[in-house]
């Protein structure tokens, strides 16, 4: 899955705990062959972290040499940075999070991966994940999408989007606050798809804070296509 510098080549200087598996050495005089080798397999190494990184962000190379002001790798590892989708790739330990492909978080509650057994948190029965419920305030600005099982504090007055109520469990939730130091503030809650917000008054498409107090409401998912208050 990855090359282990020190088991692969003898030229190496042994590792450390800077670089655990080995690092590079230069060779001793012109000519000399006792330097670390420039060879293929660590070359491609390093070219599939790479392109890895580039294709999860769907980021498709403009054949531009990357300078330090305009960088498309470190764009798309900015893009990894941000997201944490489960992979089947990745050795989890306990207590690691992942979100899953029906867009809920998950936590694992025992290792797994390649290296022991691969287990999709996605209808897992086994125990290995459990969902994961968020122990902190999330502080929000800006719009965009919400995710279930979390504590939101909206500060501003932009939209913010509902998950589709069929991708969260039914009696799943979004929890929102506007507390009292943003209370002047209106963010606009919005449906996803054709889904619909219900409250006492019928159906709806979007809600909105506009009481001017501190307040909270919590959206909780039918598991098919509406969201109740």
Not at 128 to 153: C, D, H, N
Not at 196 to 218: A, H, K, L, M
Request: hydrophobic fraction near 40%.
């Amino acid at each position: 899955m990855a090359v282990d510098l020190a088991a692969r080549y003898i030229n190496v200087t042994p590792g450390t705990p800077s670089y655990p598996q080995g690092s590079f050495k230069n060779a001793t005089g012109p000519g000399l062959l006792d330097g670390t080798p420039l060879e293929e397999a660590w070359t491609n190494d390093v070219w599939g972290l790479l392109y890895a990184m580039l294709g999860a962000a769907g980021i498709t190379p403009t054949d531009t040499v990357d300078t330090a002001l305009l960088s498309q790798h470190f764009q798309a590892m900015k893009y990894v940075a941000g997201h944490n989708d489960y992979d089947a790739l990745i050795d989890y330990d306990i207590g690691s999070i992942a979100i899953g492909s029906d867009d809920i978080w998950y936590e694992a509650t025992a290792a797994n991966g390649p290296t022991t057994s691969a287990v999709n948190p996605v209808g897992d029965t086994t125990g290995t994940w459990k969902r994961f419920l968020s122990q902190k305030m999330v502080s929000l600005s800006g719009g965009g999408a919400l995710l279930p099982f979390i504590f939101y504090e909206l500060t501003d007055s932009n939209t913010y989007t509902l998950p589709l109520a069929a991708n969260v469990p039914a009696n799943g939730w979004v929890w929102l606050e506007l507390p009292d130091t943003y209370s002047d503030q209106t963010p606009l809650i919005q449906r996803s798809g054709s889904d619909t917000i219900t409250d006492i008054n019928g159906t709806d498409t979007e809600v909105g804070f506009n009481t001017f107090s501190s307040t909270w409401v919590r959206f909780i998912s039918d598991g098919a296509s509406d969201w109740r208050i």
